[in-house]
């Protein structure tokens, strides 16, 4: 007799496949994988990419993505999903539309919109889409600093700014915000903010010298897989702050590059 349940819980994951294994897709498997989750996929990019930078890009058809979507859907158990890079209006339009037939699953949006070297992903009409029909949806939202001032259309520079920007992200409709602090200078330590309706705090990290690829990807997918293993939407965002440090502390260089990846096998949770 097998010792595993009949059937398990999934989380979902609709964003990019990162084919040097650190970021996207790849990075989501592994964590859902170490919170004991099953992990499904929707691919809406494919990349040829690695340590050094991505090479091309092929995004499938929308409808092509709907039916991996709905494919998921129809046969799995899901109790969360977490949304990445998605770059044109029809892709979100898509998805938005996916999503209101499977609706009810909470969603974790990681809005991801800024290159590394800081070019804009998403055109003029595909923010607007994004902000007006996954952002109102989003259980968690998890900008880093430039897609909040994206999102919002103002500066943070400094604390102050970041913490009157919670409460503006949440008035887009998104019921809770996690706001990455890792591109705001604040001593030596990198602080994340967190609010929603109820709850809220302030985690203070060490910055670590460590080049990290995928961080926020692993991020908003360690979210996703605590909310569906039951935890509340702030406990999540406490508990993927505390995996994904510890994932940054075993990063290693597989490639040539200088980015590490993380090491998702030294921060499986207890």
Not at 61 to 66: D, K, S, W
Not at 144 to 153: C, H
Request: charged content about 20%; aromatic content about 4%.
């Amino acid at each position: 007799m097998s010792p595993y349940p009949t059937r398990v819980i999934s989380v979902l994951t609709i964003a990019g496949s990162d084919s040097g294994g650190g970021a996207g897709i790849q990075a989501d498997l592994k964590t859902f994988a170490t919170h004991g989750v099953h992990g499904l996929s929707a691919i809406a990019a494919l990349t040829a990419q690695h340590t050094r930078g991505v090479t091309a890009v092929h995004a499938p058809p929308p409808a092509f993505l709907r039916a991996q979507i709905d494919a998921c859907f129809d046969d799995f158990d899901i109790r969360a999903v977490k949304i990445g890079m998605l770059a044109t209006t029809d892709v979100v339009s898509e998805v938005a539309d996916a999503l209101d037939a499977h609706g009810g699953v909470p969603l974790v949006l990681d809005p991801v919109m800024i290159a590394t070297s800081g070019a804009k992903l998403l055109d003029d009409d595909a923010l607007d889409a994004l902000r007006r029909r996954l952002v109102p949806r989003a259980t968690v939202l998890t900008p880093n600093l430039p897609e909040a001032e994206l999102l919002l259309g103002a500066a943070i520079v400094d604390g102050a700014a970041a913490d009157s920007a919670l409460d503006a992200l949440r008035a887009l409709g998104a019921q809770g915000v996690l706001l990455k602090g890792g591109h705001l200078a604040e001593g030596d330590h990198v602080v994340d903010r967190y609010r929603d309706a109820t709850d809220g705090f302030v985690h203070r990290a060490p910055r670590l010298a460590i080049d990290g690829h995928g961080t926020g990807c692993t991020l908003s997918s360690a979210i996703a897989a605590r909310i569906a293993l039951g935890d509340t939407a702030a406990e999540a965002c406490r508990a993927a702050i505390d995996y994904v440090h510890a994932a940054m502390r075993g990063a290693y260089r597989p490639g040539r590059g200088e980015v590490s990846v993380l090491a998702h096998y030294a921060a499986r949770p207890a």
